[in-house]
């Protein structure tokens, strides 16, 4: 079973920017799609992007043009380029893939204020 790290986290302020990293311990290059999830205090796990084999993405509404999707599979590691960050976008962020199918790693905390 391929095991997920992520790292990049911190704290921010708003309008600023961070790059999250997601190192799997096995090989993702089968994987279909993988992507990034967060959690924020007292609310369910959401979607946030995901990205295919080929490299096609998705956003959800709440960070599209804001956050970038990439992957690197000679790495297998996944990132997440995060600007113009804004305090509802605290959480703590996990990837997986796409539908998340692997155990859920640790996660990232994420906290955007000033």
């Known amino acids: 079973q391929v095991q997920l790290v992520e790292s990049g986290g911190g704290l921010v302020q708003p309008g600023g920017s961070l790059r999250l990293s997601c190192a799997a311990s096995?090989?993702?290059?089968?994987?279909?799609?993988m992507g990034w999830y967060r959690q924020a205090p007292g609310k369910q796990r959401e979607w946030v992007a995901y990205?295919?084999?080929?490299?096609?993405?998705n956003y959800a509404d709440s960070v599209k043009g804001r956050f970038t999707i990439s992957r690197d599979n000679a790495k297998n590691t996944v990132y997440l380029q995060m600007a113009s960050l804004k305090p509802e976008d605290t959480a703590v962020y996990y990837c997986?893939?796409?539908?998340?199918?692997?155990?859920w790693g640790q996660g990232t905390q994420v906290t955007v204020s000033s």
């Open positions: 997986n893939t796409y539908l998340p199918r692997l155990d």
């Open positions: 096995g090989s993702i290059r089968s994987t279909n799609a």
């Open positions: 990205i295919t084999s080929g490299g096609r993405t």
